[in-house]
């Protein structure tokens, strides 16, 4: 398994890194593609979901405009097929 410490990620190059990476099993694959997307979703400026956090999503639920528009819009294009 691999471990980080800032000293190694000083002198390590992708290069000597790629061959550790390869060498790794599955699972201990897989925690890195975890660690490095999280790390990349740090640098972005949309801060990441909080966990026990309550976000508001958006819902077709009672959504009837949308629902019509939409209706209208396969309508119109069973008519143009149909053509």
Excluded: C
């Excluded at 790390?39 to 990441?48: G, I």
């Excluded at 026990?52 to 209706?71: C, K, V």
């Amino acid at each position: 398994m691999l471990v980080y410490t800032p000293q190694a990620a000083n002198s390590m190059i992708v290069t000597d890194l790629l061959p550790l990476l390869q060498s790794l099993s599955r699972a201990d694959k897989l925690l890195a593609i975890e660690f490095l997307t999280s790390e990349l979703a740090k640098e972005e400026t949309l801060s990441p979901l909080k966990d026990g956090q309550t976000y508001e999503i958006w819902s077709p639920y009672d959504a009837f405009e949308a629902a019509h528009i939409l209706g209208k819009m396969l309508d119109k294009d069973k008519e143009s097929q149909d053509a």
